[in-house]
């Protein structure tokens, strides 16, 4: 299925600040700062980046964050409630916290009930319903394209590979893709690096999907890794 390559994990949070900054995200997840509960969960799902890799607290800290209302935890934390082997799968659930997410405004979170629909998942297979979803998440991913933010940059990727809310444009997939993977987001890098290898959206080059596979294995992102072994 499309999905699960596309969207095993979201992407880690990458921080550019010093240790000191890091600390700061721990202690404000502590205190029970939402931002910093979200923050600090992507941290942990990740290597390299001064915190120790741990899944367990790093989903309990999306879960706390998604609880106290983030709409970005919210459909992360059911991304991997639906594709991830470091929770128990469960697509009620996964559904329940994309539909909380849409609710609080994210357009991640729309993209991934649309995705249900067009898919089946919990709910009846609908494609009236899901290209509806999908092109008023579409929308609003291009809005706010100019911020940079990696994961929408991510998703607003994936709308133009697979043709979700507007026509497929593997050129404007991988342009934004390589936005996204130059500031560091791991998924992205594996995307980039895929693209390469393939030849989806750029030229193939085989030099350089290894390169951007190896940029995403060194954070630990389980496809890249699996890409290097397969190569």
Known sequence: MKIKSTFVL???????????????IIEKAEQGDPLAQLEYGRLLKTTGNGVEQDWQEAVEMLQKSADNGNCDAQWELGLMYEFSDKVVPDEAKALDLYRRSADGGSPI???????CYQHGIVVEENHAVSDSLYSKSFSELV???????????????????????VEVDREKAFHYYMISAEKGNPETQYKIGSCYETGQG??????????????????GYPDALAALDRL
């Open 202 to 219: 750029t030229a193939k080059d085989m030099s350089a999907a290894v390169l951007w596979y190896r940029k995403s294995a060194e954070q």
């Open 10 to 24: 979201a992407a880690a949070f990458v921080l550019s600040a010093c240790t000191d900054g890091i600390s700061g």
């Open 143 to 165: 809005k706010l394209a100019p911020e940079e933010d990696i994961y929408v940059l991510n998703f607003l990727g994936s709308a133009y590979y697979w043709g979700d809310g």
């Open 109 to 115: 979170g729309l993209y991934m009930v649309a995705h």
